[in-house]
């Protein structure tokens, strides 16, 4: 178990680029999420996904984000046309679905740093 | 909504002194968790210590212990004997249980630094 692994983990990028961020999660982990991290913050939620499902999106900041986990197993986070803004941490979290009822560990990754120059 | 909030931003303790870390919430849920998350400084941020609403024993692991006070809607940390690896920045965070487990509310965080 090598824990959630997350690539990568900085990336600086001009303002208007595209850029993309990979999560694997703990590899029986039928849950993701994806979470933001400002400077001095907590995190915020994003989304999340239930094997391929993704269950929730509302929290997607813009219509400039958008998250894919094509097969269920590790999932993408694509931010458009980035703005200055957009620079924060990007955390990936996964655990299993039965936590819904037992409160289980979600476990983070290291997240993915984007600054947006 | 929740809400979850930590009033202190900063806090400091002397290497194996005892330090306690607030965090206040709001829900009207019924069936939730409460955590604590530590982050070190670029590194992932690692669970502390969880407590299920329904539970009124405190939660304890090892140095780590929590004063749950659930009709105030406080759920603070006590680190005892604290140590120079529990510097860090340590968040608080709500889940409400059921369907929508996973979208955890976190604090605005507390920056601990132990000094030797």
């Known amino acids: 178990d090598t824990g959630v692994s997350q690539d990568p983990r900085h990336k600086i990028t001009k303002r208007g680029q595209n850029v993309t961020f990979r999560c694997d999660p703990i590899s029986e982990h039928n849950r993701l999420y994806w979470y933001r991290q400002t400077l001095g913050q907590g995190p915020e939620f994003l989304t999340y996904?239930?094997?391929?499902?993704?269950?929730?999106k509302s929290r997607l900041l813009s219509d400039r984000f958008s998250a894919e986990r094509p097969k269920g197993s590790f999932s993408t986070l694509e931010i458009q046309r980035t703005e200055q803004g957009d620079s924060a941490m990007y955390l990936c979290?996964?655990?299993?679905?039965?936590?819904?009822?037992?409160?289980?560990?979600?476990?983070f990754g290291e997240g993915s740093w984007l600054t947006v120059v | 909504a929740q809400t979850v909030t930590q009033s202190q931003p900063e806090m400091s303790v002397q290497e194996a002194e005892t330090v306690t870390l607030s965090c206040t919430y709001d829900t009207s849920e019924s069936n939730y968790y409460l955590f604590w998350y530590k982050q070190p400084p670029s590194r992932q941020m690692i669970l502390v210590i969880r407590?299920?609403?329904?539970?009124?024993q405190n939660a304890t692991e090892n140095r780590f212990s929590v004063n749950f006070q659930k009709a105030a809607k406080s759920f603070s940390l006590k680190i005892s004997d604290s140590q120079l690896g529990d510097t860090a920045m340590y968040f608080c965070a709500f889940i409400a249980g059921g369907t929508s487990y996973g979208k955890l509310t976190f604090g605005q965080g507390t920056i601990l630094t132990v000094h030797p």
């Open positions: 407590q299920e609403a329904y539970k009124q």
């Open positions: 996904f239930q094997n391929e499902a993704q269950l929730e």
């Open positions: 979290a996964s655990s299993l679905v039965q936590a819904v009822t037992s409160g289980n560990t979600i476990y």
